[in-house]
């Protein structure tokens, strides 16, 4: 739906910005709450940003991709595959295609990542392997691109342009190169020899998030 600022308070125009009063109001419209309010959760590297709320006790996140630098419709067919395989991802109440905002549930605030420590990582870890290996075996994958060589050229290939060059300041050698590319080689042979399985490309611990069931709350 469009939301035409000129019927809002002036005071409300001033201080919200359109895109960000359209994502309250349509959050507002769906769960028939006036006085929800969006606070934002996190950022992504993408274009896609999260807003949490509390409406009836019930905290929801609201995730805004703009529809012309992003496209929900992958994002939201890969959640529901998650969920389906019994995987712990955000569960969707309402979509706006044409605005593209997305409002799911909350998994929660406590990433992996600070709570990470000789005492919890063996537990935290162990609930990140299970569910890995509860995805790979029970996630359809085959009407997906292939995860080959070319994929796995492009993504290796991130390590020295943003680790070594962009945050170390690094340009390796020739010879430096050669043993780098000995390493990819080596990793994509062994690769590429393994049975092809779902991957989500993002599976680290600032994509999980702990929960009480002991199953990770994956993102992203």
């Not at 028939?32 to 006790?57: I, K, M, P, Q």
């Not at 420590?117 to 569910?131: F, H």
């Not at 080596?186 to 092809?196: D, E, G, P, V, Y």
């Given at each position: ?152 050229v492009t993504e290796m290939e991130l390590m020295p342009t943003w680790f070594f060059e962009r945050h170390l300041g ?47 709350g994956i993102l992203d």
């Amino acid at each position: 739906s469009t939301i035409i600022l000129g019927f809002l308070p002036e005071t409300f125009r001033m201080n919200l910005s359109f895109r960000a009063a359209q994502r309250q109001i349509w959050a507002q419209q769906v769960l028939n709450d006036a006085d929800f309010r969006l606070e934002s959760a996190s950022s992504d590297a993408s274009f896609r940003s999260y807003w949490r709320g509390l409406s009836a006790g019930q905290t929801w996140i609201v995730m805004d991709a703009p529809p012309n630098q992003e496209d929900t419709g992958p994002w939201l067919a890969m959640a529901q595959r998650l969920t389906d395989a019994g995987l712990k991802a955000p569960l969707i109440r309402a979509v706006d295609t044409e605005n593209g905002f997305v409002l799911m549930s909350d998994l929660g605030t406590r990433l992996f990542l600070p709570e990470l420590n000789s005492k919890t990582v063996d537990t935290l870890y162990g609930q990140a392997l299970a569910a890995l290996l509860q995805m790979q075996l029970h996630v359809p994958c085959a009407d997906l691109p292939a995860y080959d060589e070319v994929r796995l050229v492009t993504e290796m290939e991130l390590m020295p342009t943003w680790f070594f060059e962009r945050h170390l300041g690094f340009t390796p050698s020739c010879e430096q190169w050669d043993i780098i590319e000995l390493a990819f080689r080596a990793l994509i042979s062994n690769a590429t020899a393994q049975t092809q399985v779902f991957v989500h490309r993002d599976y680290h611990s600032r994509n999980l998030m702990i929960s009480e069931s002991g199953k990770p709350g994956i993102l992203d």
